[in-house]
C-alpha cells in the first residue's frame, strides 16, 4: 500500500554519518566504563585491605604482652649456711639465666621476708639496713652472672625463713621478674 509515495513496508532510513560515528562512540564509552571501575575497585579494596591487615599485625604485637612481657629469667637459690641472728649474713643467689645485660641504674631488687618488700641497695651503692646486692664489680647484671643479696645492718632471717625475690625496671616501675618462695634454712 501506498500513501502519497509513503511506504509502510517497514523500511528503515538509512543513518547518517554523523549519528553513526555518535552510536560508535556510545558503545566505545559505554565499554570502557567497566575497566576503569574494576580498577579502581581493585585499588581501593588492595588498600583496605593492607590497612586492615597492618592494624590487625601491630595490635597483635603488642597485644600479648600487655606491657609486661619480659625476656629475663632469673634462678633464686638458697645461700650456703644456716642463718643466724647476725647482721649481713648471704640470704639468696640470683643468677640470670635469660635475657641482655641490666644495668644497676635502670633495676630495682626487692626482697620479702613473709611481709612486704623491702628494695635492696644496688652493687653501686652503700649498703642500708634492709638488704644489699652485690656483684662482680663491673655495674651491670649480665647473663649467666649470679649476684648475691645479703642483710644489711639489720638481721632480717635469724633462723630459717621464706624468701621471695622481685625484679623492677627503675623507669617504668614495672615487674621483670618475681620469684617463687625460696625457703632459707
Known amino acids: 500500500m501506498c500513501l502519497n509515495n509513503i511506504s509502510v513496508v517497514g523500511e528503515m532510513r538509512p543513518l547518517r554519518a554523523s549519528e553513526d560515528k555518535n552510536m560508535q562512540n556510545e558503545n566505545r564509552n559505554e565499554e570502557a566504563v567497566s575497566p576503569?571501575?574494576?580498577t579502581i575497585l581493585m585499588v581501593a579494596i588492595t588498600v583496605v585491605l593492607a590497612g586492615v591487615l597492618y592494624v590487625w599485625a601491630s595490635q597483635l604485637a603488642e597485644g600479648n604482652t600487655d606491657g609486661d612481657f619480659s625476656m629475663y629469667g632469673f634462678a633464686v637459690t638458697d645461700a650456703a649456711g644456716s642463718p643466724?641472728?647476725?647482721?649481713?649474713?648471704?640470704?639468696?643467689?640470683?643468677?640470670?639465666?635469660?635475657?641482655?645485660?641490666l644495668s644497676w641504674a635502670t633495676v630495682i631488687v626487692q626482697m620479702s621476708?613473709?611481709?612486704?618488700?623491702?628494695?635492696?641497695?644496688?652493687?653501686?651503692?652503700?649498703?642500708?639496713?634492709?638488704?644489699?646486692?652485690?656483684?662482680?664489680?663491673?655495674?651491670?647484671?649480665?647473663f649467666g652472672e649470679?649476684?648475691?643479696?645479703?642483710?644489711?645492718?639489720?638481721?632480717?632471717?635469724?633462723?630459717a625463713c621464706s624468701v621471695q625475690v622481685?625484679?623492677?625496671?627503675?623507669?617504668?616501675?614495672?615487674?621483670?621478674?618475681?620469684?617463687?618462695?625460696?625457703s632459707v634454712a
Open 36 to 38: 576503569v571501575i574494576a
Open 113 to 142: 621476708d613473709g611481709g612486704s618488700y623491702t628494695e635492696c641497695t644496688n652493687p653501686d651503692q652503700a649498703a642500708d639496713t634492709g638488704c644489699a646486692v652485690s656483684d662482680n664489680g663491673d655495674g651491670k647484671w649480665s
Open 146 to 159: 649470679e649476684v648475691t643479696i645479703s642483710e644489711g645492718s639489720d638481721d632480717i632471717c635469724s633462723s
Open 84 to 101: 643466724t641472728s647476725d647482721s649481713g649474713e648471704e640470704i639468696v643467689y640470683i643468677a640470670m639465666d635469660a635475657g641482655e645485660d
Open 166 to 182: 622481685k625484679v623492677l625496671d627503675r623507669a617504668s616501675n614495672k615487674l621483670i621478674y618475681e620469684s617463687t618462695v625460696t
